[in-house]
């Protein structure tokens, strides 16, 4: 199964300092990897994929295949990046069984 | 397009109820699917469809029915409503071709 693991539940950051949000994987073959995230009281949607390396809203992540990870990086956090973000491998034809991460909720301080 | 709907939005049982949480989608997905999100857990799949009359089970399908007798329709039934299925509900589709899934807004159950 394609797993991927969200080590922190939650992390607080103030506004304007750098973000980080961890995400390791743990399947072999051509990683691709999504991060969608959860505004209060709205539905998940898509943040951003590796394979598209876009900038969503001031976020990255970078497939770092050494290490497995996909951490999503922000250099100045805001306070309407406060949300639940969850890591997830995609959802591929002929792969319909999948996990989310646990999920990390960042808090952003004023 | 509406995308994906869910209701309701909100629901209390007692337990050992029974009730259908309700998923449509009107963007002619074939593959569709149930979560459940809980604090510290994440997201966890219940049960998926590649398409009508197609299910099958995720990571936690015990409690849990569904059925596919439409493209548009992906209702989930519990059976027997128990406080251990308090918990917030999503459902999502995927569009053929591409890997990435579209959620409704989400049912808010609470079981006592």
């Known amino acids: 199964a394609q797993r991927v693991t969200q080590p922190e539940k939650l992390l607080s950051v103030f506004k304007g300092a750098p973000v980080e949000l961890k995400c390791n994987y743990s399947?072999?073959?051509?990683?691709?990897l999504f991060w969608y995230v959860q505004y209060s009281r709205q539905r998940l949607q898509l943040l951003l994929r590796h394979i598209s390396r876009e900038s969503i809203k001031g976020f990255t992540a970078d497939l770092n295949k050494g290490e497995t990870s996909f951490h999503l990086k922000k250099p100045f956090a805001q306070e309407e990046d406060s949300a639940m973000y969850y890591c997830?491998?995609?959802?591929?034809?002929?792969?319909?069984?999948?996990?989310f991460g646990s999920g990390t909720k960042l808090n952003v301080k004023p | 397009n509406a995308g994906v709907t869910q209701t309701p939005k909100f629901q209390v049982l007692k337990t050992g109820q029974s009730m259908t949480l309700q998923c449509a989608q009107d963007?002619?997905?074939?593959?569709m699917s149930w979560y459940r999100q809980d604090p510290g857990m994440g997201l966890r799949l219940i049960h998926y469809?590649?398409?009508?009359?197609?299910?099958d089970q995720g990571e936690v399908p015990n409690g849990y029915n569904v059925s596919r007798s439409t493209t548009e329709d992906f209702p989930l039934r519990l059976l027997s409503a128990a406080p251990s299925q308090t918990s917030v509900y999503f459902c999502?589709?995927?569009?053929?071709?591409?890997?990435?899934?579209?959620f409704g807004p989400g049912t808010r159950l609470t079981v006592l």
């Open positions: 997830a491998p995609p959802c591929w034809e002929g792969f319909n069984k999948f996990y």
């Open positions: 469809s590649v398409g009508a009359g197609i299910t």
């Open positions: 399947y072999s073959g051509s990683p691709e």
């Open positions: 963007m002619n997905h074939e593959y």
């Open positions: 999502a589709s995927r569009p053929p071709g591409t890997d990435t899934q579209y």
